[in-house]
């Protein structure tokens, strides 16, 4: 625990303007983030009396080893670096909202010639129309199906899509009526575009417009007895009506709003939020946090704001914001969300009416979602501090292994060796942590001696960062350069900066014998060594002739067998993506400087592989981005390497043409199927 006054900036040092701070750990770790309007006044609270502070912040502020700020301009700035910065580094002492699942996205294309209408999760691109998000994807495909009646645009994979466009056939959709097969030229890309126009319309909450144009169209049909197109109007517009039914009006004058509703006790907070689009609920979203800070429910509410429109623009950051309680001050967080909308937003607490009765909804699912938050997580917890009690007594450690490391070999045959390297934190999957390894040492089928190297090349890393870091000392370490060479260029950790508390490796008593032999060869005894077999499910300790058997409902071998087979699956991931680029792998791509682009620019210019090769230097500079340099490098590779083996028709045994396995070599080098 270390004495906040060591690393107290000295009288006059910190500068009153506004600002953003990092507190880092002894290990250079950034642990917490925040932004004032006063840096002086702001950090010069931390510093006070231990006994005068929250526990939360009192344990912060022992955590920490060193403290540093960036001075910006306005508050805006402060705000905006603030959460690029808790994005980046991940601070363990922040308020960060755990999204309780993947939210699926209704989305249409309209960056395509032809727009797609489809279930999307993860990251938003540029380009694409998103509603939603909806509680579960099967309530977005209800939706779609309905409006295809109305609005046929595609649905279909790009396969598909080019499948039938190659055959002349529309898929199924195409025959029944609920896509209007642009694939085979039933309309136009033009025409496709104004569908999918017409669509997000509806979607966008201008409902009326079309309902009332079906029920002209619908009169008009039946004026003219023409019974059963009127029929068929009549029943797209019980489609669009049962459409419009699964998220009813709630907000009148088709209110675009965001609510925003926060439960919390000491430790915990839940934030619900309701998008509603038109004066319809469109979307649902939950997240659950940690109380690691101290922080209000104004505090909640604008890291909510942060996490919710950070990463949005334009139409997705609605013109109307309503929460609980306004972050102080507000004019920076509404004048940021104006900046991400383009346009103003107001920012306020609902007082009357139906959006004061919405949000005592809101408010209701967000203490409904805390209640069963705390019922999970209580059991989890349990669990895991069990495992972690269990595997430390089983092992004679003194403490619980709050950080496991585990390690695996994986080959085929003793070709492409390849190790993992994954992390366990608090008995959770850290994957930002794990790493992956070459064997470079030699060539073959050795899973002891390749865990040897792998442990000795990951923990010589970390002595040579932990000498760097000053941690111990080295007299020829000048003093300016410990802090700048724990963190790389872009400030962010080094990759094997932290040890474990727990070695695990994949094997019997061989592995962990070389575990161990590496670790004392680098001088380090502070790290426990396990072995965990897969046969018997047995612990191997090093120097032990026999295996410590944990018995099989035990919670802290279930941690063990999940960190082993999640470091087995991450090792044979990465052998079998090597393995097929090996396979893949042609004489172009030994040429130094030449990126996939370039190299299907070539194959595209000659055709194959063969006649690129009978080419000469000039008709190489020919193709667009290759110099004459490159062309002489590009002809002296492939005068080196030895010409491809004649292609064999697996079926029939039969040697294929030169013009099949020019065309075979073309597919192979684009990265098609041969």
């Given at each position: 625990?270390?004495?906040?006054?060591?690393?107290?900036?000295?009288?006059?040092?910190?500068?009153?303007?506004?600002?953003?701070?990092?507190?880092?750990?002894?290990?250079?770790?950034?642990?917490?983030?925040?932004?004032?309007?006063?840096?002086?006044?702001?950090?010069?609270?931390?510093?006070?009396?231990?006994?005068?502070?929250?526990?939360?912040?009192?344990?912060?502020?022992?955590?920490?080893?060193?403290?540093?700020?960036?001075?910006?301009?306005?508050?805006?700035?402060?705000?905006?670096?603030?959460?690029?910065?808790?994005?980046?580094?991940?601070?363990?002492?922040?308020?960060?909202?755990?999204?309780?699942?993947?939210?699926?996205?209704?989305?249409?294309?309209?960056?395509e010639e032809y727009p797609r209408v489809q279930v999307m999760r993860g990251q938003k691109k540029k380009g694409v129309r998103y509603f939603g998000p909806y509680g579960h994807a099967w309530a977005i495909r209800d939706t779609v199906d309905?409006?295809?009646?109305?609005?046929?645009?595609?649905?279909?994979?790009?396969?598909?899509?080019?499948?039938?466009?190659?055959?002349?056939?529309?898929?199924?959709?195409?025959?029944?009526?609920?896509?209007?097969?642009?694939?085979?030229?039933?309309?136009?890309?033009?025409?496709?575009?104004?569908?999918?126009?017409?669509?997000?319309?509806?979607?966008?909450?201008?409902?009326?417009?079309?309902?009332?144009?079906?029920?002209?169209?619908?009169?008009?049909?039946?004026?003219?007895?023409?019974?059963?197109?009127?029929?068929?109007?009549?029943?797209?517009?019980?489609?669009?009506?049962?459409?419009?039914?699964?998220?009813?009006?709630?907000?009148?004058?088709?209110?675009?709003?965001?609510?925003?509703?926060?439960?919390?006790?000491?430790?915990?907070?839940?934030?619900?939020?309701?998008?509603?689009?038109?004066?319809?609920?469109?979307?649902?979203?939950?997240?659950?946090?940690?109380?690691?800070?101290?922080?209000?429910?104004?505090?909640?509410?604008?890291?909510?704001?942060?996490?919710?429109?950070?990463?949005?623009?334009g139409d997705a950051v609605p013109k109307e914001v309503l929460v609980p309680a306004l972050p102080e001050p507000v004019e920076p967080v509404q004048e940021w969300l104006t900046g991400r909308r383009g346009a103003g937003v107001s920012l306020?607490?609902?007082?009357?009416?139906?959006?004061?009765?919405?949000?005592?909804?809101?408010?209701?699912?967000?203490?409904?979602?805390?209640?069963?938050?705390?019922?999970?997580?209580?059991?989890?917890?349990?669990?895991?501090?069990?495992?972690?009690?269990?595997?430390?007594?089983?092992?004679?450690?003194?403490?619980?292994?709050?950080?496991?490391?585990?390690?695996?070999?994986?080959?085929?045959?003793?070709?492409?060796?390849?190790?993992?390297?994954?992390?366990?934190?608090?008995?959770?999957?850290?994957?930002?942590?794990?790493?992956?390894?070459?064997?470079?040492g030699f060539e073959g089928q050795d899973d002891v001696r390749s865990m040897h190297e792998v442990i000795t090349r990951r923990f010589r890393r970390y002595l040579a960062e932990k000498e760097k870091t000053g941690e111990w000392t080295d007299?020829?370490?000048?003093?300016?350069?410990?802090?700048?060479?724990?963190?790389?260029?872009?400030?962010?950790?080094?990759?094997?900066?932290?040890?474990?508390?727990?070695?695990?490796?994949?094997?019997?008593?061989?592995?962990?014998?070389?575990?161990?032999?590496?670790?004392?060869?680098?001088?380090?005894?502070?790290?426990?060594?396990?072995?965990?077999?897969?046969?018997?499910?047995?612990?191997?300790?090093?120097?032990?002739?026999?295996?410590?058997?944990?018995?099989?409902?035990?919670?802290?071998?279930?941690?063990?067998?999940?960190?082993?087979?999640?470091?087995?699956?991450?090792?044979?991931?990465?052998?079998?993506?090597?393995?097929?680029?090996?396979?893949?792998?042609?004489?172009?791509?030994?040429?130094?400087?030449?990126?996939?682009?370039?190299?299907?620019?070539?194959?595209?210019?000659?055709?194959?592989?063969?006649?690129?090769?009978?080419?000469?230097?000039?008709?190489?500079?020919?193709?667009?981005?290759?110099?004459?340099?490159?062309?002489?490098?590009?002809?002296?590779?492939?005068?080196?390497?030895?010409?491809?083996?004649?292609?064999?028709?697996?079926?029939?045994?039969?040697?294929?043409?030169?013009?099949?396995?020019?065309?075979?070599?073309?597919?192979?080098?684009?990265?098609?199927?041969?």
């Open positions: 625990m270390a004495d906040p006054s060591s690393y107290r900036p000295k009288p006059g040092e910190i500068p009153e303007s506004p600002g953003v701070y990092k507190f880092r750990d002894e290990h250079r770790r950034v642990i917490y983030v925040g932004k004032a309007k006063s840096l002086r006044q702001r950090l010069g609270s931390y510093f006070q009396d231990l006994s005068g502070l929250h526990p939360r912040t009192r344990t912060m502020v022992t955590t920490a080893a060193s403290v540093e700020w960036t001075v910006v301009s306005t508050e805006v700035e402060a705000l905006q670096l603030e959460y690029s910065w808790i994005k980046e580094y991940d601070p363990r002492f922040n308020v960060k909202y755990r999204d309780d699942k993947s939210y699926p996205y209704l989305a249409v294309t309209m960056n309905l409006l295809l009646r109305v609005f046929p645009v595609r649905t279909c994979s790009a396969g598909v899509f080019k499948n039938a466009a190659r055959t002349g056939r529309p898929c199924l959709l195409g025959y029944i009526g609920k896509c209007s097969a642009p694939c085979v030229d039933k309309v136009s890309a033009e025409e496709h575009r104004e569908l999918a126009d017409e669509f997000c319309d509806f979607m966008t909450g201008r409902t009326g417009t079309y309902l009332r144009r079906l029920e002209k169209q619908m009169t008009a049909a039946a004026d003219e007895m023409e019974y059963e197109r009127a029929a068929r109007l009549r029943d797209d517009i019980e489609a669009l009506k049962k459409a419009m039914e699964k998220s009813a009006v709630v907000l009148a004058d088709a209110t675009d709003a965001d609510l925003i509703a926060v439960a919390e006790d000491e430790l915990e907070a839940a934030v619900q939020i309701f998008h509603v689009r038109g004066g319809r609920v469109r979307g649902q979203r939950g997240w659950v946090t940690d109380r690691v800070e101290a922080v209000t429910t104004a505090g909640l509410v604008e890291h909510a704001l942060q996490q919710l429109y950070g990463e949005e623009s306020r607490i609902p007082q009357r009416g139906d959006k004061r009765a919405l949000m005592e909804t809101v408010a209701r699912n967000a203490q409904q979602a805390l209640a069963l938050h705390k019922t999970k997580r209580a059991s989890d917890l349990t669990t895991r501090s069990r495992a972690l009690e269990e595997i430390a007594e089983a092992l004679g450690l003194d403490s619980a292994p709050l950080r496991i490391e585990c390690f695996d070999i994986s080959h085929l045959q003793g070709d492409d060796v390849v190790a993992s390297m994954v992390v366990f934190e608090d008995g959770l999957a850290r994957k930002s942590e794990y790493r992956r390894f070459q064997i470079r007299e020829d370490t000048p003093a300016g350069d410990i802090g700048n060479a724990f963190t790389e260029d872009d400030g962010r950790p080094k990759k094997f900066a932290y040890p474990p508390q727990l070695l695990v490796v994949d094997g019997g008593q061989p592995q962990v014998a070389a575990a161990k032999r590496a670790l004392d060869d680098l001088g380090i005894d502070d790290i426990a060594v396990c072995g965990l077999a897969k046969r018997l499910e047995e612990v191997w300790l090093p120097d032990d002739d026999d295996p410590v058997v944990m018995p099989r409902t035990s919670e802290g071998l279930y941690l063990l067998q999940r960190v082993r087979d999640e470091a087995h699956r991450f090792a044979i991931t990465y052998q079998r993506t090597k393995r097929a680029k090996r396979f893949r792998a042609g004489p172009l791509d030994d040429v130094p400087g030449l990126g996939e682009t370039r190299k299907q620019a070539l194959i595209r210019h000659f055709g194959s592989v063969k006649k690129l090769r009978s080419a000469t230097v000039d008709q190489i500079c020919e193709v667009p981005g290759i110099g004459r340099k490159t062309a002489e490098t590009i002809a002296v590779a492939l005068a080196q390497a030895a010409p491809a083996a004649p292609a064999v028709n697996t079926a029939t045994g039969e040697i294929m043409e030169d013009e099949v396995r020019e065309e075979r070599e073309a597919r192979e080098e684009r990265g098609q199927e041969p």
